[in-house]
């Protein structure tokens, strides 16, 4: 029974995979001959046929989403974001193909917001480089080529193609990725990442790592202990170079974006590593949460809470 589950599993990520990859090759045939505007309903068209038609997927979306924002009462509201979290699924295909069709208006139209931040951070980091804080929250992909078109390069730690569930689409988003030009460094480190990360951060430049992913550190996030990935601290106790979150969010018309960088985080470390891991992950987490609240819509990672909370269970029982 446990085999077929595998196989099963194993045939439905393989689907998803050439479904995924028919989707990103249509996205760059359509990208060469329709506007910007017709590409978002294209986009809009993906993600509303995910979202009504999975009906047992969607309500779980919903109640997780919920859950997740008390402060939301309206559940129309709630439906309204997780509707839109299905389209920012498919979202950042088109918008990368976009970019490098439109790649002036985009930066001409791009609003940024706390830059001073992120000059504070650089001066005040001593070489040790800056560790941007990221997450799944509007086009994460577009982040690293629009940094290097303000001459602030900025790579991140992505994974290895192999190492997802949808190998050859993600392999493709990555070719692509590394077309629009993203600085001296490819876009992405993937391979020897630690390695990689320490020699960067060495040579004082900036690295993105985003800390909504899995992992199996267990921490509070969005009400509920989940198990998310740890990286992030462990390169801040190791090198101390500071931790700057920052989002790109889309704004209401095509190609408009505002690119927002935050105070860098603060906390006071104990020499204990164990405890200085868990004092930053916590700042980390307030910082991630508080980008998901400004744009929950624009949130793409609702789809695995649930698997990091259950994780966390599970990882919690084995430590008993």
């Known amino acids: 029974m446990e085999n077929d589950n595998k196989d099963r599993s194993k045939l439905l990520f393989t689907i998803a995979d050439y479904a995924f ?75 990368l193909f976009l970019f490098k069709k439109y790649e002036d208006r985009c930066m001409k139209n791009l609003q940024i917001e706390g830059m001073e931040f992120l000059d504070q951070a650089e001066s005040e980091s001593d070489g040790r480089g800056i560790l941007m804080l990221l997450s799944h929250v509007g086009n994460f992909g577009l982040f690293p080529p629009i940094m290097a078109r303000l001459d602030r390069p900025c790579p991140f730690i992505t994974f290895s193609p192999l190492d997802t569930p949808v190998p050859r689409y993600t392999m493709a988003m990555g070719l692509l990725l590394w077309s629009l030009d993203c600085g001296p ?80 985080l603060t906390y006071d470390l104990t020499g204990d590593r164990k405890k200085d891991i868990g004092i930053i992950m916590r700042e980390v987490i307030k910082a991630g949460e508080r980008k ?13 809470l649930w698997h990091w909370w259950d994780k966390a269970k599970q990882l919690s029982k084995d430590t008993e």
């Open 21 to 95: 990859l028919f989707i990103f090759h249509l996205t760059r045939l359509m990208a060469r001959i329709l506007p910007a505007s017709a590409m978002y309903l294209l986009a809009n068209a993906f993600g509303y046929l995910l979202y009504y038609g999975r009906p047992f997927m969607h309500q779980r979306l919903l109640a997780k989403i919920s859950e997740s924002l008390p402060e939301i009462s309206d559940q129309h509201e709630i439906a309204l974001i997780g509707r839109e979290a299905c389209c920012s699924f498919f979202r950042p295909i088109i918008e």
């Open 185 to 264: 460094d490819p876009p992405g480190f993937f391979k020897d990442t630690i390695k990689q990360v320490r020699q960067h951060l060495n040579q004082g430049k900036r690295i993105g790592i985003g800390f909504d992913v899995e992992g199996n550190y267990v921490v509070e996030f969005m009400g509920k202990p989940a198990a998310l990935a740890s990286g992030i601290a462990h390169f801040a106790v190791d090198t101390g170079a500071p931790i700057v979150p920052a989002v790109l969010l889309r704004r209401a018309k095509p190609l408009m974006y505002t690119l927002k960088f935050y105070k860098p």
């Open 292 to 304: 998901i609240r400004e744009a929950p819509d624009q949130y793409l990672n609702w789809f695995g």
